[in-house]
């Protein structure tokens, strides 16, 4: 576990690493003590509860102390233990577009099911529906307030049409339009997973981030994928930069016709371990990285889209 972060106004923000697939620094929840319990930001899949588990308890807390859960967005890595935590008394935020899946998952199971086939419960667990008295739709601009602490949900589609970052007192949840990055380096991959990525709103939202950290003088900004880092305006620049990456790509990749699927997916890794390793990014931790969240995922998001909205 991370030290704490402090917010400025004093509140503790700390890092949980939940190990995903035994891989650290992959996959993150936030804790964030109150008079009552703890609320959490991301709770992970069900895969990794048990180090959800662990991470709580070496503060001082059990699951079951876990009062409020605030999503980014309702995909398996950051949502899938929810149901699990509202049946012990968490009550579950989400953008209310993804809201109707929390309640019951079997859409996105079955979606996600086509993707990973056998490997889909040793990767993510269980995932039990929300209860309706557990959960609560959040809209743009919606406030969740929970003792002294005052989260602001922020609509910011791009990686999937149902995500939301969340400001807290200098600080902002990112999810995964901040894309993936790790302690140490300021190098950013974009994960671009089928149905939803869609590349002018991501940029619309990475604009409207910058507007809201000037409003609300953001100096922390922390990523799920990972950890919390103090340099929001170079964040949201490399952000930037890796989209005119991906849009480059695409042109280059995508311009002349139906490629070979299998074929694109291994340019599209080829070329992002090119781009992040030449910038910094571990060699090492690539590999770990890879095997855990795999940027050939990304090729069929890219490909989605540009038939889409490109070809």
């Known amino acids: 576990m991370t030290p704490a972060h402090t917010t400025r106004s004093g509140h503790a923000v700390h890092t949980l690493d ?12 936030y804790a964030l003590p109150h008079p009552e319990g703890v609320v959490l930001v991301e709770c992970g899949p069900g895969s990794t509860l048990s180090a959800l588990e662990a991470g709580l308890a070496r503060l001082g807390y059990g699951l079951e102390a876990v009062t409020h859960l605030l999503l980014t967005h309702i995909h398996l890595d950051h949502a899938g233990a929810a149901g699990r935590l509202a049946r012990l008394g968490a009550h579950v935020y989400v953008h209310h577009v993804g809201a109707p899946h929390m309640l019951n998952p079997e859409k996105l199971l079955a979606s996600a099911r086509r993707i990973y086939g056998d490997e889909m419960d040793r990767l993510w667990g269980e ?32 990686h999937a049409n149902h995500h939301m970052v969340f400001l807290l007192d200098g600080l902002c949840f ?26 002018e709103r991501w940029r619309e939202s990475v604009r409207r981030l910058e507007a809201s950290f000037r409003e609300h003088a953001v100096t922390h900004v922390a990523p799920t994928h990972f950890g ?14 890796a989209l005119d990456d991906v849009e480059a790509w695409m042109e280059a990749e995508l311009s002349d016709g139906e490629p070979d699927v ?22 090492r931790v ?15 998001g890219l490909w989605r889209y540009w038939r889409k909205y490109r070809g």
């Not at 919390?228 to 930069?241: K, R, S």
């Not at 690539?286 to 069929?300: F, K, N």
Request: without cysteine; proline residues 11%.
């Open 262 to 283: 299998d074929e694109l997916r291994r340019r599209l890794v080829a070329h992002t371990r090119e781009r992040v390793l030449a910038a910094g990014f571990p060699a």
């Open 286 to 300: 690539w590999a770990e990285h890879e095997a855990v969240m795999p940027t050939a995922m990304s090729a069929d």
């Open 228 to 241: 919390i880092f103090d340099d929001p305006d170079a964040h949201l620049a490399a952000v930037t930069e």
């Open 18 to 29: 939940l190990n995903f697939q035994g891989v650290a620094r992959t996959i993150a929840a």
């Open 174 to 199: 990112l999810g995964d339009i901040g894309g993936i990055r790790l302690p140490g380096t300021g190098v950013v991959r974009l994960p671009t997973p089928p149905p939803e990525f869609h590349l």
């Open 127 to 158: 995932f039990l529906p929300v209860p309706a008295e557990r959960l609560t739709p959040l809209h743009d601009g919606d406030e969740v307030t929970v003792g002294p602490l005052r989260f602001r949900a922020l609509d910011t589609p791009g």
